[in-house]
Each structure stands twice: as C-alpha cells, then as structure tokens.
C-alpha cells in the first residue's frame, strides 16, 4: 500500500518565483511534452516537468537544491512546444533568479538586485564613493577639470594607487570570497540529491579537476551544448560567445596593468605594456578595443533578440535587463573615456570617466547576486553533474524518459 505523503506548501515563494520570472507557471497541466521535447533533459528524472509541479506545489527545498535548473540553457524548445503556453523554460531561469537572490549573504544585495525599486542604492554606493574622491581631488588640483600638459589623464583626478586600484581590490577580494560561499553552498546541497538522479550504474566518480576541464572545453569555451537544442540559437549563440570573449579580453587587458605595476620586479618585464595612459598602438591597447568591439556585437545581438522576443514563449525578467542595462552602460562610457580622452575634452571626458567606474563597480561588486554569476554556478552544477554521473546522455537512442 503506498504511504500519503503529505506536502507543506511554501505559498509565498511561490509569489516569489512568479515575481521574478515565473508568473504563468500555474499554466502547467501536466502533459510532460516539455520533458519530452527537451534535448538536454537526462532520462532519469528528466526535467522540467517536475520542476513545474514542484513550483505549483511551492516545494521550495526541492526546488533550491536542483541540479537540473542549471543544466538548462534557455532554448526554450519546450516553451515553444507547451500546449498551455505556461513558459517552462522561464520557470527554470526564474528558480535561478532566486538562486542569485538568497544564495550567499548578504542577501539584501539579492533583494536589491531583484527590482528596479532599489536601482538607486546600487548605483548610489559608488556614485557617493567616486564623488567624494572627484571633489576631493578637485580640492588639491583646484580644478573639476585637470589637464596635465594640455591632456586629460584620469589618474590625475582618480590616482590609481590611492583610489582605484584599492577599491576595486578590496571589491575583487569580496566577491572572490562571497562566490566560495555560493560555491560551497551549491556543492553541499547537491550531495543531497537522491540516488534516482544519477544516470545509469555509475559506481566510479570521474574526478573534479577532468570534469571541470571537460565543462570548459566543451561547453563555456565554445558552447557546442547549444547545438544539441533544437531551436536556432544563432542570435544567441553569438551574442552568448562575443560577449565572453569580449570579457576575457578585457580582463587580460586589466590584469597586464595591474600585475605589471603591482607586480614587483618578477614582472618588471611587463611595465612597458601596462603603463598607462597607453598609445593607440600598444598591443595592450589593441586587445582593449577588441575587447570593446566584442562587448558591442554581443550586446546588439543579445539585445536585439530579446526586443524581438515572443512574449507567449518566452519573458525577459528584470535580472535580464539589470545586466544588459549594465553592461552596456561598461562597454559606451568605456569607449567614451577613450574618445573625450583623445580629443582631450575634460568637461565631457571626466563625467563619462566618473559614469564608468559607476558602471564598471555595479557590474563586479554585486557578481555574485547577478545573472551574470551563471559564470560560476553554472560551471560548479555541470562539474557536478559530470562527476556524480548526473549528465544527459549523448543519443536520443538512450534516452529513456520516465515521467
Ligand atoms: S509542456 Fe507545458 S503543460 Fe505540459 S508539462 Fe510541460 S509546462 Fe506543463
Ligand atoms: S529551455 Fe531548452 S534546455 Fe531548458 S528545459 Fe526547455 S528545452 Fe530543456
């Protein structure tokens, strides 16, 4: 005889869940053609279905523990094809919108992150701190304006040494440290995923250190995962892998400065490269641009195609938009510095310079409760998941759907 489980409904996560992208998902009737239809769903236990009544039934333990949601890449085959227009595909990106949320502390920065309401707390946190050293700076210089010989030299205004280098650093050390919260978190809770999860016989763990390496050749650094969907991801896919590189670019750019004025005389080598203000044609300035470039191209496409968007199949959320918005806020008033800076235009070039460490501190300081920390828990979810055996088959001959 089988035993009554009887289920505590969690009813105000459940308004949560609909809040931050998740409103149609009392939609759902059950059909399981979304199981079915999605390409990245393992056999045991495939999802979303059971995603979608586990959110019906406000089982938020089940749902903030689930693997599964980060194995998800949003092609939203299975909102396309659900009869009931009830947006699957959403419901599993908001249930990580929550992830971001709550996942590591301090959890009002997630709560902040979550609607517009408190935009003006996070922009106002660096615009308070970067104007309070502007003006002091004025004060010493005696101009809101310098330039030195007749050019505009940001580390006249915003010394480096004293100012940007020590904020953005004690900033990196916070979010290095809060992303090993939400690592650790996410890794622990996974271990409580039942034994029906694991596909097939897998007795052997494959090791941590081959699976991570698996995941980045495989699926960050190239995103070949996204041709197994079956809808065209073209637009995405390239706005997804511009971008990326558009970042790294420009994270090696930041690293050459840093380590080659920070560095000691071990990179004492790399002092011609990082030394700024840098010509036009330093290498480092190069890869800069193109770092710049690269940022535009994917933030048109990734733009463009959510514009474009069916709202039946698929919304934007606010997480979505916080980071576009974002982001392209980084990519113009960086390529404005440069531009006011080489037409040596101080009125302009030190407010669009002042907009830029704005943009630049929202986009690092508050990583870990952004969409754009995906980077890091989603890589920890697939790790995982390759390693307890957790992994979507490779054919459509072995799938096995149980539903
Ligand atoms: S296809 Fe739609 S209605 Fe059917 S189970 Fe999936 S979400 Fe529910
Ligand atoms: S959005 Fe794509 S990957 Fe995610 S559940 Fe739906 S079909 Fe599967």
């Known amino acids: 005889m089988s035993e009554a489980v009887k289920i505590k409904p969690d009813l105000q996560f459940v308004k949560e869940l ?7 998902l009392k939609k759902c009737y059950q059909c399981a053609t979304c199981s079915v239809a999605c390409p990245l769903s393992p056999p045991e236990n495939p999802f979303p279905r059971k995603e979608m009544i586990w959110a019906q039934w406000g089982m938020k333990d089940r749902l903030v523990n689930n693997i599964d949601v980060w194995l998800c890449h949003n092609c939203q085959t299975c909102s396309d094809l659900c ?10 990106a908001a249930i990580r919108n929550m992830t971001y949320r709550k996942l590591v502390p301090p959890v009002a920065i997630g709560e902040w992150m979550s609607s517009p309401k408190y935009l003006p707390i996070l922009m106002g946190i660096p615009a308070a701190l970067y104007l309070l050293i502007w003006i002091i700076r004025a004060g010493i210089l005696g101009s809101f304006f310098p330039l030195e010989d007749g050019h505009v030299v940001y ?9 940007i280098d020590p904020i953005f650093g004690l900033v990196a050390v916070f979010v290095a440290y809060s992303f090993y919260k939400g690592v650790m ?7 409580t995923l039942p034994e029906t999860f694991v596909v097939g016989e897998k007795k052997e763990k494959t090791p941590i250190l081959q699976c991570l390496v698996d995941v980045v050749k ?7 995962k996204w041709n197994d969907c079956g809808n065209d991801n073209t637009e995405r896919y390239i706005g997804h892998l511009s971008l990326l590189y558009g970042f790294v670019a420009l994270f090696i750019v930041t690293s050459v400065v840093a380590v080659s ?7 004492h080598f790399l002092a011609p490269l990082g030394h700024t203000p840098m010509s036009l044609i330093s290498p480092v300035k190069l890869l800069a641009n193109v770092g710049a470039i690269l940022l535009l191209v994917g933030l048109t496409y990734l733009t ?3 514009v474009n968007a069916d709202p039946s199949k698929s919304a934007s959320s606010y997480y979505d938009w916080y980071l576009l918005g974002v982001i392209w806020g980084v990519a113009l008033t960086g390529i404005g510095s440069e531009i006011f800076r080489l037409a040596s235009v101080p009125q302009i070039a030190y407010p669009v310079y002042y907009l830029h460490l704005i ?5 690092i300081a508050y990583l870990p409760w952004s969409k754009l920390g995906h980077l890091v828990y989603r890589t920890t979810a697939l790790v995982y998941a390759r390693h307890s055996g957790r992994v979507p088959l490779k054919t459509e001959e072995d799938k096995i759907f149980i539903v």
């Open 18 to 24: 609909q809040s931050v992208g998740g409103e149609t």
């Open 83 to 92: 009869p009931r227009g009830a947006r699957p595909g959403d419901l599993l």
């Open 155 to 163: 580390g006249h205004l915003f010394p480096g040494d004293f100012t």
């Open 185 to 191: 978190t996410m890794w622990n809770s996974f271990k």
């Open 218 to 224: 495989e699926e960050i650094a190239t995103h070949a």
């Open 261 to 267: 004025h920070w560095g000691g005389k071990i990179f």
């Open 304 to 306: 463009r195609r959510r």
């Open 359 to 363: 943009s630049v501190f929202m986009l």
